[in-house]
Each structure stands twice: as structure tokens, then as C-alpha cells.
């Protein structure tokens, strides 16, 4: 058989491969479908932040001076910038973490799918995780805290870019962090501490205007601050910029630095993710 004929009949076959995009829809959808069948971490993922909003909020429910608004208003943009980070940076973290230390990173190299691929399955359970937890979190604050939806379609678009550039920065730091962690029973600690840590200064548990100027400064250095900045910006009256650090919102500020982390996550993602766990070299 000439060369030609082996070319002719190997190119269709080739041909028929899906690509990375198809293949990260059906790797998303098995994502989707293997979370959902984990029942306590479902009711884990999507209760946390929503007790912590009725613990908070009940404790803390008194008018905010001169905001125009109420403490409990304040933890509902707050807490869904908590869900939205937990379910990219803490999930990803903690779950990418424990595939590379039981091998399956290492099994799905060694196919053929693209690397690409598994990554989009990844965004895509981020995503659907991160809108439905969202949802959750915004039904809550406006049937039982008064928080009103945005009248204008500019406020809906800050919403959705605020959103997207957060996610994305956060699940990308997710990814590299996933690197840090020398096995599975270790991954929860690293990746849950300085998840704790950031809530407290960026705005999350505490206050914006009752945390002390330098740990707002080390919370600004992380995205997690900015989100909860922008999701206030979005959700509460414009009375209540007064609670923040720089008295307004700052949404150009917001904008540029959540692209830089999803810029500086890709790049720590290319420099530091490993398929294989550091005792396999």
C-alpha cells in the first residue's frame, strides 16, 4: 500500500476528532453531573454562605450611620462575592488538588484529549456552580433584606463584568494554588486559610469601614476585595459609598484590578501547574 493511500485513509479519521471546545462541553457537562451526585457537598457549597448571611445579618441588623442603608444589607453583595470566590478559587483549589495527588490528572494526560479541554470543563462547572450560588444568594437578599434590584441596564452591566472578571480571576488563582499543596489531605488547609484570612479583610465578615487601613491595604492586593467593592457598587444605593475606603466606588479601579489577576492567575497557572504530584517528579 503507497504512502498516499495510508495519508487518505488516516486524514478522514482524523478529521472526525472533536476538537477542545466539544470536548470541554462534554467534559463540563461530566463535571456538572459528578458534582451534583456528591449530595453534601452540594448542600455544603450552596448552604454556607447562605447560613453565614442569616447568621450575620440577625446579629447584625441596625441602620448604618449616615449610609442610607442596613447592616444586613451590607453582608448580602458581600457574602455573594464570598460564594462566588468559594466556588472558583476554594473548589478548584481543593478539587484539582486532590485529582493530581489520586492520579487522574496524571490518566488524563495520557489520553488523547487536549489539555485545553479539561480546563474548560473546569470554567464551565465554575460557572454554572458560580451563577446558580449567586442566584441563591441575591433570591435571599431581596425577599427577606430589602435589597433592591438595579433599575438601569448600566448597573446590570457592571453586575455581569464584575462578575466575570472576578470569577475568572479567582478560578485562575484556584488553579495555581491547586500546585501548592504536596497531597490531598493537605490541600484543604492551604487553600481554606488564606480563603478564611481574605474574608475578614476585604469587607467580607467585617465591615468595610471598621477594618484598619493596613489590612484593607493587603486585602486590596486580592481580588476578593474588589469584588465585594463592586458588588456593593451594584446592589446598594449610592449613599453607602461613603463606607468605603476611598468614599466611592471606584469601578475603573475595580475594572483594571481584576483584569491584572486574571492576566497575573494565566500566568502563574502556565508557570506553576503540574500534572503530576511532586513525589513523581
Not at 476538537?19 to 450552596?46: D, P, S
Not at 464551565?124 to 434590584?149: K, M, N, P, Q, S
Amino acid at each position: 500500500m503507497t504512502t498516499t493511500a495510508v495519508r487518505t485513509r488516516t486524514e478522514p479519521a482524523a478529521a472526525r476528532l472533536p476538537g477542545a471546545w466539544t470536548l470541554g462541553l462534554h467534559r463540563g457537562a461530566l463535571e456538572i453531573k459528578q458534582f451534583f451526585r456528591q449530595r453534601e457537598q452540594v448542600v455544603f457549597t450552596f448552604s454556607f454562605p447562605v447560613v453565614f448571611l442569616f447568621l450575620f445579618a440577625s446579629i447584625f441588623h441596625d441602620d448604618v450611620r449616615g449610609s442610607g442603608v442596613t447592616a444586613s444589607q451590607l453582608y448580602v453583595p458581600a457574602m455573594m462575592a464570598s460564594g462566588i470566590m468559594s466556588t472558583s478559587f476554594q473548589s478548584l483549589g481543593i478539587s484539582i488538588a486532590i485529582e493530581r495527588d489520586e492520579k487522574v490528572l496524571r490518566r488524563l494526560r495520557g489520553t488523547p484529549m487536549p489539555p485545553t479541554a479539561y480546563f474548560l470543563g473546569k470554567i464551565w462547572l465554575v460557572l454554572f456552580t458560580g451563577v446558580l450560588e449567586t442566584a441563591i444568594l441575591l433570591l435571599v437578599g431581596t425577599t427577606c433584606y430589602d435589597v433592591d434590584l438595579p433599575s438601569d441596564a448600566g448597573r446590570w452591566f457592571d453586575f455581569a463584568w464584575i462578575f466575570m472578571l472576578g470569577m475568572t480571576g479567582c478560578a485562575l488563582l484556584g488553579i495555581a494554588i491547586s500546585s501548592v499543596p504536596k497531597s490531598a489531605k493537605s490541600a484543604s488547609s492551604v487553600v481554606v486559610l488564606p480563603f478564611l484570612v481574605l474574608q475578614f479583610i476585604s469587607g467580607v465578615y467585617i465591615s468595610i469601614d471598621t477594618i484598619p487601613d493596613w489590612m484593607l491595604d493587603i486585602g486590596a492586593l486580592f481580588p476578593l476585595k474588589w469584588l465585594c467593592q463592586g458588588l456593593r457598587g451594584v446592589f446598594l444605593p449610592d449613599s453607602a459609598r461613603v463606607l468605603e475606603q476611598a468614599g466611592s466606588w471606584e469601578f475603573g479601579r475595580i475594572a483594571l484590578v481584576l483584569a491584572a489577576w486574571c492576566v497575573g492567575g494565566l500566568a502563574l497557572c502556565l508557570l506553576t501547574f503540574r500534572w503530576k504530584n511532586r513525589r513523581e517528579g
